[in-house]
């Protein structure tokens, strides 16, 4: 079975603060993506990677940085977070074109 | 811009009842499609993946189709349970990329 975790379930950080979100999977996969879900706005793809440090600028990469320096993590870094950067932020892989798996998801709060 | 749709948005059924819930997509230039269940502050759960060249797939009580041309999918779901309930999703890739387009889901309720 595939496996993609994330760092927290859970986490509330101060405004201003850098931010890291941690994923990992464990299929050799060689594409990761992180997304963002909001109410009313569905999953908005932030950033993608197809290869180790490759990334690609998704739908909404503003305020947002990424990280791949080995094939199974992939990490998202909020430089400065801010309140509008609250959200569930998800984490996925996939192997080729095939099908996306995603992780339990991040439930991020910026206060 | 790939826009996808789906109707209704929110449905309430009680147990047992066979239902469909649909998704649309603007370009049919699509690659596969994908369907995917999540519950409440949980993350996506891949339920069936069909190719642009399938007409449809099936796993136990979940069938979904594909009509390319008309831009069209639909989940069948028999005899539904009140473990069913969830955010139901779909999402297409298109052919010149890895990234998805998401609908914004359909909120499934199954009453005992």
């Known amino acids: 079975d595939v496996k993609v975790t994330q760092s927290s379930r859970y986490l509330v950080k101060r405004t201003g603060e850098k931010v890291f979100l941690e994923c990992v999977q464990d299929?050799?996969?060689?594409?990761m993506f992180w997304y963002r879900q909001d109410p009313g706005l569905g999953l908005r793809l932030i950033y993608f990677?197809?290869?180790?440090?490759?990334?690609e600028k998704g739908d909404i990469p503003e305020g947002y940085s990424v990280s791949r320096e080995k094939k199974e993590r992939f990490s998202l870094i909020l430089e400065s977070a801010s309140t509008n950067q609250t959200s569930m932020y998800l984490c996925?892989?996939?192997?080729?074109?095939?099908?996306?798996?995603f992780g339990p998801g991040t439930r991020l709060t910026v206060t | 811009k790939q826009e996808v749709t789906q109707i209704p948005a929110a449905l309430s059924v009680p147990e047992g009842e066979n239902l469909v819930l649909n998704c649309s997509f603007t370009d049919s230039a699509i690659y596969n499609l994908q369907w995917f269940r999540q519950d409440p502050g949980k993350g996506l759960t891949s339920l069936l993946l069909?190719?642009?060249?399938?007409r449809e797939q099936t796993s136990g009580r979940l069938n979904a189709s594909l009509d390319k041309s008309s831009g069209r999918s639909t989940l069948y779901i028999a005899a539904s349970q009140p473990g069913d309930s969830a955010t139901y999703l779909c999402a297409v890739k298109e052919t010149s990329g890895s990234r998805l387009t998401f609908g914004e889901g359909t909120q499934l309720t199954v009453n005992p």
């Open positions: 996925a892989s996939s192997l080729r074109a095939r099908e996306q798996y």
């Open positions: 069909i190719q642009s060249s399938q």
């Open positions: 299929m050799d996969h060689e594409n």
């Open positions: 990677s197809y290869d180790v440090k490759m990334k």
